[in-house]
């Protein structure tokens, strides 16, 4: 007797989720991961990515016991924290210079970092990419953090504070703190640490056994963000359109 032939039916590709911190509150500077996940790169392939925010020091920590997978992490805090018997690895560099910068009001008379002496300069805290920065900017000009007034703004509102004057300088990143003053109608002064002191910029770290437990999927991962990375250089519109 003759039987009907039996059809298989082509399952779903398993998913793998992935936990991405990144080390700062919502911004554009995050735009690569935004643009991403939005476009359905991470989803085409086969991740379901959450994102969230963590501050640098509680990311490292974070990654280094893989209770977060992979995360945008200051290249400044991998090497101490390496040091210090924090298994995380640095994979890929989203920041090619150091990002972080010392920003002031053009009317301020502060012009170079010797200027610094004496000001009151505004930080997040005592932590990660702009306070090994603003050390660094003040060493290059023989000073210290002795030499200036340190005020911390731990919710991330020193540029804020920068337009109110509340202090004199403010650390931030080029790419949003300097725009955020113009756009205030107040024009900027950056003064920057490249020159003096090539730092490495943040990138895209993970736990040691992470990226043992889960390459595949952390390669996958890289590779979209670098693609929409790739699409806002070609288009930083598409970066402001993520973000907003």
């Given at each position: 007797?003759?039987?009907?032939?039996?059809?298989?039916?082509?399952?779903?590709?398993?998913?793998?989720?992935?936990?991405?911190?990144?080390?700062?509150?919502?911004?554009?500077?995050?735009?690569?991961?935004?643009?991403?996940?939005?476009?359905?790169?991470?989803?085409?392939a086969g991740l379901d990515v959450t994102?969230?925010?963590?501050?640098?020091?509680?990311?490292?920590?974070?990654?280094?016991?893989?209770?977060?997978?992979?995360?945008?992490?200051?290249?400044?805090?991998?090497?101490?924290?390496?040091?210090?018997?924090?298994?995380?690895?640095?994979?890929?560099?989203?920041?090619?210079?150091?990002?972080?910068?010392?920003?002031?009001?053009?009317?301020?008379?502060?012009?170079?970092?010797?200027?610094?002496?004496?000001?009151?300069?505004?930080?997040?805290?005592?932590?990660?990419?702009?306070?090994?920065?603003?050390?660094?900017?003040?060493?290059?000009?023989?000073?210290?953090v002795d030499d200036v007034t340190i005020?911390?703004?731990?919710?991330?509102?020193?540029?804020?504070?920068?337009?109110?004057?509340?202090?004199?300088?403010?650390?931030?990143?080029?790419?949003?703190?300097?725009?955020?003053?113009?756009?205030?109608?107040?024009?900027?002064?950056?003064?920057?640490?490249?020159?003096?002191?090539p730092l490495p910029g943040p990138g895209?770290?993970?736990?040691?056994?992470?990226?043992?437990?889960?390459?595949?999927?952390?390669?996958?991962?890289?590779?979209?963000?670098?693609?929409?990375?790739?699409?806002?250089?070609?288009?930083?519109?598409?970066?402001?359109?993520?973000?907003?």
């Amino acid at each position: 007797c003759g039987g009907s032939t039996p059809t298989s039916t082509p399952t779903d590709s398993p998913v793998t989720p992935l936990t991405v911190g990144l080390g700062y509150i919502p911004n554009v500077q995050f735009a690569q991961f935004y643009l991403a996940d939005q476009a359905g790169y991470y989803a085409d392939a086969g991740l379901d990515v959450t994102l969230q925010n963590k501050i640098d020091p509680d990311l490292i920590t974070l990654l280094g016991q893989g209770a977060v997978d992979i995360g945008s992490g200051d290249g400044t805090s991998v090497i101490p924290a390496v040091s210090q018997g924090i298994p995380v690895v640095y994979t890929s560099t989203i920041y090619g210079t150091f990002p972080a910068v010392v920003i002031a009001r053009a009317d301020s008379g502060i012009a170079t970092a010797a200027d610094l002496r004496g000001k009151r300069i505004g930080i997040p805290g005592r932590y990660g990419t702009n306070w090994i920065m603003l050390q660094a900017l003040l060493k290059e000009a023989g000073l210290t953090v002795d030499d200036v007034t340190i005020a911390e703004f731990p919710d991330f509102s020193q540029a804020a504070a920068l337009q109110q004057g509340q202090v004199d300088a403010a650390t931030g990143f080029a790419n949003n703190g300097p725009i955020q003053l113009r756009n205030a109608g107040i024009e900027p002064v950056v003064l920057t640490v490249d020159d003096a002191v090539p730092l490495p910029g943040p990138g895209l770290v993970t736990g040691t056994k992470t990226l043992e437990d889960k390459a595949a999927a952390l390669s996958a991962f890289t590779a979209a963000t670098l693609r929409a990375m790739d699409e806002i250089t070609a288009d930083p519109q598409k970066g402001l359109d993520a973000t907003f």
